[in-house]
Structures are given as C-alpha cells and as structure tokens.
C-alpha cells in the first residue's frame, strides 16, 4: 500500500478531529482557556473531549499489509496540550494513551508512553510560550519530533528487535506525515479561532478577566 494510500485513509481521521476543534471554539469554555481562566469545569471537558478523540484516533487506524497500524492517535494530546496546558495535555494524553495500552499487542506499551509524552510535551511547550499558541511551523516541528520519539520507544521496547525495526519502517513516516498534516491544519485554523476572538490579546490576558475584558477586546477588533 502506497504511502499516498495510506494518508487519504487517514484524512477522513484527521478532519474528524479538525472538525472536534471546531465544534469546541464554538463553546464559552473555549474562550476561557484561551483567556487562561482555567476552572475545574472547562480543564475536564477539554481533557475528556480531546482525549475521547485520542481513542477514536486508535480505533480509526488503517492496517498495513505488513501488520501495523498507522493512526493520528497522538494528534489530540498535542492540540490539547499546545492549547490549554499541561494538565489538559497530560489528562488527554492519559486517556488516550491508557487506552491503547489495554487494548494491547506488541506495541501496546511504546505507543501508549508515547501519546501520554505527546500531551505533556505539548504542555510543556504552552508553558515556555507563556500561554501563547505555538506557530504553525513549530507545531509542525513539535509533531515530527514526537514521532520520531515513538519510533525510537518502539525500536527501545519492542521485541524481538528485528520485529520492531518492520513495524517502524512501515509504519513510522505514515503517522510521522499524517500527524503533521493534522496538527499543521489544527494550528492554522486555532490561530484564525484566536484572531476571531480578540486576538492573541485574548490568550494573553491575565486570569479573572471578565466579559468586560471580553468588550474592550472586541472593541478593539472592530
């Protein structure tokens, strides 16, 4: 199965959680988390929601001829991560990666570390950014450097060696491509989001800002 194959399977996937990112911005709880207004409430929903569609990434992956499969399971942490933080990235990462380790297999252990690394990672980069969302380029870099370290967790964990060398070099730049592919098309539609709503302004803005904030900020934008 050709490469170009395998990535249209994938792109049904992809939209699914593009669409999901959507469907959230269209909540008030998207709007508090740009704003930092982190509460109990909109840190579980993101966590469930982005999670959920980590699971469904597993499930909506396409089997290769040679026996793996190649998903976009890792793509939901890293948007919740790079969004919201790393609570939400880790809580996201969690249940996607909790997942797919009982779901089991040879690789059921480098895969679910890696999608629980993928959202504290993304995390991680929130905090560094200082709240701010990461470029479109560096998303797209976050992303080929997660897959390249499930690939090397694969190659470290999975035995026999030879075993887990077939499994990468087929299925490693599938999901290498599909992930960045997604995550660039989730970037550059989050930061239209943000532009949408006030601009980076609206990320920036100290925790307690009010809908009075919410005002000046759409004031500004008119």
Known sequence: M???DVMLKLLSSI????????AISRTRYFGEVLRRQFNFRN????????????VYGTYSGTRLPSGPIVNIRDLSPMIAGLLGGPIIGLGAGLIGGVHRYFVGGMSALPCALATIIA???????????????????????FAIVIECLHSVLALLIIRPYDTAWAAVKSAGLPVLLADTAGIIIAAW??????????????????AGVGPAGEDNISNKVQ
Do not use: D, H, T
């Open 2 to 4: 050709a490469i170009l």
């Open 15 to 22: 939209c699914v959680v593009v669409v999901g990112v959507y």
């Open 43 to 54: 840190q579980l929903i993101f966590i469930l929601f982005f999670g959920a569609l980590s």
């Open 119 to 141: 959202g504290l990672s993304a995390g991680a980069i929130y905090k560094w950014q200082r709240g701010k969302f990461i470029s479109i380029r560096g998303a797209a870099v």
């Open 189 to 206: 539609m989050i930061k239209n989001l943000i532009q949408e709503k006030g601009g980076q302004g609206a990320q920036a803005a100290p």
